[in-house]
């Protein structure tokens, strides 16, 4: 099935784009990697959401949550690895599954992490942000696995039933991931090297020789994400209607820049939804 669009992101920018489309009538999955958003749930007080004075992150996303429901619409919990254009639609790879889309909006967010030295450039060739999708190739191998959110954890652990051995770094506290195969390591690499394909993890003091390194963590750079898509600095960028360079392709919220706020997110969810409609109708004409 090839739906009309594919909405990535659960925050404000991902709800707003999801109920406009809901309401415009079109036919699109919502991907995100948890039930709202983490920056979402994590404000204490939020004093600058119109109409909601003394709102806290809690209220908002449960309210985000309730709306959604009411009309009908439910994120998919999965982390999209990677977007691959398929000249006039694009294939999405979320876990094992892809999805096929004529538009995309992208509602990601900031990445606050840097990318480890090396893992774009070994993105494919040992490097990987799915054990679902690749772990298979890694059975009887030599992996490490950077651990940076806990929600992953059942990712390494099915990591460790195929691999010979796991170094496994979780970037937390209370990490409870365990297995004869695993070696916990406490430090961060401060590159992934090798030649045509992945050979080691370099650290300040020393080396780890590995077939694969997998990244597990609950955002991705939007140019790692989806080639071809232009940045700056980090954020996507768009005109007015949230379009991006790429045909059929918007984006909307923290990731198309500062300020980094609810209500921008909000508006440019519902811009980058119209945008998408105007796109499937074959109009470059903003609706109103
Ligand atoms: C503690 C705190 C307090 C804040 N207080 C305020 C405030 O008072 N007022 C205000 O206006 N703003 C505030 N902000 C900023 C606000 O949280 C952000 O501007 C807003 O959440 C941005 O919304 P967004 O939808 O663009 O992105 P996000 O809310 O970051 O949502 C992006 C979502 O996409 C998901 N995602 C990313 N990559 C993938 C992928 N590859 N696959 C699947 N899902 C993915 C993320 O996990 C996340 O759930 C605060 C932020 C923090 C951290």
Same mark, same amino acid.
């Given at each position: 099935?090839?739906?009309?669009?594919?909405?990535?992101?659960?925050?404000?920018?991902?709800?707003?784009?999801?109920?406009?489309?809901?309401?415009?009538?079109?036919?699109?999955?919502?991907?995100?990697?948890?039930?709202?958003?983490?920056?979402?749930?994590?404000?204490?007080?939020?004093?600058?959401?119109?109409?909601?004075?003394?709102?806290?992150?809690?209220?908002?996303?449960?309210?985000? /949550?309730?709306? *959604?429901?009411? @009309?009908?619409? %439910?994120?998919?919990?999965?982390?999209?690895?990677? +977007?691959?254009?398929? !000249?006039?639609?694009?294939?999405?790879?979320?876990?094992?599954?892809?999805?096929?889309?004529?538009?995309?909006?992208?509602?990601?967010?900031?990445?606050?992490?840097?990318?480890?030295?090396?893992?774009?450039?070994?993105?494919?060739?040992?490097?990987?942000?799915?054990?679902?999708?690749?772990?298979?190739?890694?059975?009887?191998?030599?992996?490490?696995?950077?651990?940076?959110?806990?929600?992953?954890?059942?990712?390494?652990?099915?990591?460790?039933?195929?691999?010979?051995?796991?170094?496994?770094?979780?970037?937390?506290?209370?990490?409870?991931?365990?297995?004869?195969?695993?070696?916990?390591?406490?430090?961060?690499? /401060?590159?992934? *090297?090798?030649? @045509?394909?992945? %050979?080691?993890?370099?650290?300040?003091?020393?080396? +780890?020789?590995?077939? !694969?390194?997998?990244?597990?963590?609950?955002?991705?750079?939007?140019?790692?994400?989806?080639?071809?898509?232009?940045?700056?600095?980090?954020?996507?960028?768009?005109?007015?209607?949230?379009?991006?360079?790429?045909?059929?392709?918007?984006?909307?919220?923290?990731?198309?820049?500062?300020?980094?706020?609810?209500?921008?997110?909000?508006?440019?969810?519902?811009?980058?939804?119209?945008?998408?409609?105007?796109?499937?109708?074959?109009?470059?004409?903003?609706?109103?």
């Amino acid at each position: 099935m090839i739906y009309d669009s594919i909405i990535i992101g659960t925050g404000p920018a991902g709800v707003s784009a999801a109920l406009n489309l809901k309401i415009l009538g079109k036919n699109f999955v919502w991907l995100g990697s948890g039930a709202t958003s983490k920056k979402v749930e994590a404000a204490e007080l939020i004093r600058n959401y119109p109409g909601l004075p003394d709102v806290s992150g809690g209220e908002l996303a449960a309210a985000f /949550k309730n709306h *959604a429901q009411k @009309m009908g619409i %439910e994120a998919k919990k999965e982390v999209v690895t990677a +977007i691959y254009d398929l !000249g006039g639609r694009y294939a999405v790879q979320a876990g094992s599954e892809t999805y096929e889309s004529k538009t995309i909006i992208l509602c990601t967010g900031v990445v606050a992490a840097k990318p480890v030295a090396g893992e774009e450039n070994f993105l494919g060739r040992g490097v990987s942000y799915c054990a679902t999708c690749d772990g298979f190739l890694y059975r009887g191998k030599t992996i490490a696995v950077l651990l940076f959110d806990k929600s992953f954890e059942h990712e390494a652990e099915y990591l460790a039933t195929l691999a010979k051995k796991v170094y496994l770094m979780p970037m937390y506290k209370g990490c409870t991931v365990e297995a004869d195969n695993i070696e916990i390591v406490m430090k961060m690499p /401060k590159e992934i *090297a090798g030649g @045509m394909k992945v %050979e080691k993890l370099v650290f300040s003091d020393g080396e +780890i020789a590995v077939d !694969g390194v997998f990244i597990l963590r609950s955002s991705i750079s939007p140019a790692t994400l989806f080639r071809g898509l232009e940045t700056d600095g980090g954020h996507i960028v768009v005109d007015r209607q949230c379009r991006t360079n790429l045909a059929g392709v918007f984006a909307a919220g923290d990731c198309t820049g500062r300020p980094y706020q609810y209500t921008k997110a909000a508006g440019e969810g519902n811009i980058a939804a119209h945008a998408a409609v105007d796109y499937l109708a074959g109009s470059r004409e903003p609706s109103n």
